[in-house]
């Protein structure tokens, strides 16, 4: 298992209103085993890269069935030299710390 | 004021461990007058476009003191129909409602 | 001046074909004086970073003219170790040199 | 087949001079059955879905192995409407036409 934190965007093209579709998109990637923290601009996962890469492609090809069109976009963030997770993340640019 | 969603990635390149940078730039973004979100993979911004393109280019340029490179990424959501804040996109998103 | 390399790209929310739009932006940006480079997936542009800021944000605002909703995307890459052009960066990668 | 038209960015943290692991990629994607067109910001692929998805997963853990932390961007555009190509978006986008 290779442990990384990506975040996906999906932009369903067609539509002006996409909430519906990010809502599918994170019960897709809620089925996998991974950390899913939805912000207001993505959705940040954490866990084994190919089950991010499994998630991010079925949450792609979902929501294709509901428009012509779907840009997305997949970040991955890997390290080897320590463990990666939203939580050692979040903490190592706490402000005032 | 055109308010504006926005998503700041800033990549120091040379460095693997870019938490102080990242600090750095929420430093900055909080001199604005901008909601400052950071999440595992970027900080989300709220605020007046004009405001956003400042604070971006400040943070950029901050973080080129330290290091012999930077390469940093904009995204900016605005729409017209409706008012667009990170409280309302969260909203629309939570699975379940 | 501080010249860049940047890349842009701008998504109108509500259309499946969005060349119209594309085409719209490439004729801004070449008002400013940067090398304009179209690929399939964005615009690379070149030249001084205010320049780019302001082509960048005149392109997104125009297109929202057309649609309710815009998410655009700005890539800056910027060094200070070399002079940093589209010629050097594509040399630099050549494949079998 | 799904064919789609792709963007990878490929980041080595760690690393101020990228073009050798960027030539690294650019090999890597070429073992594959896909259009590969460099730009001065990414590599635009053209070929089917999966395909793209393990070159991209190839080429990112190929450059683990040289630094200890990766950073890498993937973009996939998919559409059902109407054939999805490097040439045709090329095509569509040429100002003047």
Do not use: C, W
Not at 14 to 31: D, L, Q, T
Not at 37 to 61: C, F, N, Q, R, W
């Amino acid at each position: 298992m290779r442990k990384v934190v990506a975040e996906v965007k999906i932009i369903p093209m067609g539509e002006v209103s996409v909430s519906k579709y990010i809502k599918r998109a994170i019960e897709i990637f809620k089925k996998y085993n991974l950390k899913v923290s939805p912000s207001a601009m993505g959705t940040v996962l954490e866990g084994d890269i190919d089950e991010i890469l499994k998630a991010y492609k079925e949450a792609h090809t979902e929501i294709l069935n509901y428009v012509d069109r779907v840009v997305s976009f997949l970040e991955i963030d890997e390290r080897r030299d320590k463990e990666n997770t939203i939580e050692r993340k979040l903490k190592a640019i706490q402000v005032g710390d």
